[in-house]
């Protein structure tokens, strides 16, 4: 974003918490869910978990959105260094990959700012040839399944 601005300690204390969030048991269930098991081959996969309400499926689909966007908030916000929050957060590029083909569908139904904050994270940090490498790579990991 701006490549003359350092991050400060502030900085590193906030990705610090946000990376221990991360290990709670809940959410590490939730991160390998989406993860490993979660591969949504159309915006109607998409939408069954998003609707299951009550199932641990749906709440760690709820729980990974919002502690991503939450995160990503606190980008925009100028909360913390874009810079240093990229630095750690591949696994933010690589879910919201899983979603990003179907992304504008998804709106369309569920919201129009779902996913936004990390989308614009993303954009703004100019890693959208990141996004499509992994978009590509999920692909061809899954082609023919």
Sequence with gaps: MNAT???????????????????????????????MKFWPKSV?????VQNAFGTDENAYFR?????WEMS???VLRGAVDPDL?????????????????YL????????????LKVETVINQTNRQAQLQAVVERQKKMFAGK
């Design 85 to 101: 929050f990229m630095d750690w957060s591949g696994e933010m590029v690589f879910l919201f990959a899983k979603i990003y083909p």
């Design 63 to 67: 729980q990974i959105v919002s502690y």
């Design 104 to 115: 504008k569908e998804v709106r369309e139904v569920i919201n129009p700012g779902f996913f």
């Design 72 to 74: 990503a908030s606190l």
């Design 44 to 48: 109607q996969d998409i939408l069954e």
């Design 5 to 35: 601005t350092k991050a400060t300690t502030s900085d590193a204390d906030i990705v610090i918490k946000l990376y221990d969030l991360r290990r709670e048991p809940r959410m590490r269930e939730a991160r390998n869910w989406f993860a």
